[in-house]
């Protein structure tokens, strides 16, 4: 992959400061990228051939140059995020040029602000980390981090992981679990963590409730500068975001459990991660499509995942598939048999 198709993402925060500037129905512009150029172009374009295993590559400039450019995201993202507050100022909130402006932020947020933030808070760098927690503060969901990287890769297809959907379960039940119960769960972490080293979890310490401290300062400075709009549209561009990535988390694991016998849990496999080969996805959301290889392998930079043969294949990229989340019925009726073919599998494995 070269190098400008590995930075295509890049074109999503630049798009927004532009049709932010430009205002009025140029906003739409953002969501049309998102819901039917994306998904188009993912139809168009061959799928990526799925692989046995993918293997660790020793390209280390590719890596770096796409960390950087992860960066510089963070920083495009922020001036954008100022820009669509500052842009807001003296706009009734209860007009269409107030609404479509934070829901374009929130949709790239949604869209690449958590992609990106998920990519750097596996990193092993601290600056990688540091960026990716102060992502998620943009986007008020600070405590991500504690949750998915303690919580859903050690419990994920379980019943205790509150980011993994079960079969028959609606997209929008699916918020009401998995929202307040990362929040539980984040804080639970946490508070064993401290307690382990001595310290209270009523602390700067904890760095679920630092992360609050952090975005509920910006949602004050927003409000200092820019007024009940300011305010409004960080709060609301947040809530937009979380949806969106909630919504791609329900698609990530649906259906797919892992056995619990005899007290005994069933290691983590390719089978409990909904893979794709969709092009466009795996470009513009840097390997998302191949996450049931990250759930192996959390530590492998997205250039270094595959679309793996063992891994169950969704039909479609994510873009579309989280568009048709949205709709239970289609949702059951195209995802339900392919639920039970790989409950067939697994007992036929037996």
């Not at 500052?86 to 909130?93: C, D, E, N, P």
């Amino acid at each position: 992959m070269s190098g400008m198709t590995r930075n295509l993402f890049l074109l999503y925060p630049l798009v927004l400061l532009v049709t932010l500037h430009l205002g009025g129905y140029y906003l739409l512009v953002v969501i049309i990228l998102n819901m039917l150029v994306m998904p188009g172009l993912d139809l168009l374009a061959a799928p990526e051939p799925a692989v046995a295993a993918s293997r660790p590559r020793a390209a280390v400039a590719p890596r770096e140059q796409t960390l950087r450019a992860e960066h510089g995201f963070c920083l495009l993202f922020l001036v954008a995020l100022g820009y669509g507050a500052a842009s807001v100022r003296g706009l009734r909130l209860d007009s269409l040029e107030f609404w479509l402006r934070t829901y374009a932020t929130g949709l790239v947020g949604g869209t690449l602000g958590f992609v990106v933030a998920h990519e750097l808070i596996h990193r092993r760098g601290r600056l990688d980390r540091c960026c990716g927690v102060a992502l998620l503060t943009l986007l008020n969901y600070g405590h991500f981090r504690v949750e998915h990287v303690f919580g859903h890769h050690a419990n994920v297809g379980l019943a205790e992981d509150p980011a993994s959907a079960r079969r028959g379960q609606t997209v929008y039940g699916f918020y009401l679990q998995s929202i307040p119960g990362q929040v539980r769960s984040a804080l639970a972490i946490e508070t064993r963590r401290l307690r382990a080293r001595g310290h209270s979890p009523l602390s700067l310490h904890n760095q679920v409730l630092s992360s609050w401290l952090v975005s509920l300062s910006l949602a004050v400075g927003c409000y200092g500068l820019w007024g009940l709009a300011g305010l409004c549209f960080f709060i609301a561009q947040g809530l937009f975001a979380v949806l969106i990535l909630e919504t791609v988390n329900y698609v990530e694991h649906y259906g797919l459990r892992r056995q619990v016998r005899a007290g005994r849990v069933e290691k983590v496999s390719a089978r409990h991660a909904w893979s794709t080969g969709a092009r466009w996805t795996n470009r513009m959301l840097l390997g998302l499509g191949k996450h049931a290889d990250h759930h192996l392998n959390a530590a492998r930079p997205h250039t270094q995942l595959a679309h793996l043969q063992a891994a169950p294949t969704l039909p479609l990229g994510y873009f579309a598939s989280a568009f048709l989340a949205l709709i239970p019925p289609l949702w059951f009726a195209v995802m339900d048999p392919l639920v039970a073919a790989q409950q067939e599998v697994v007992e036929h494995a037996r």
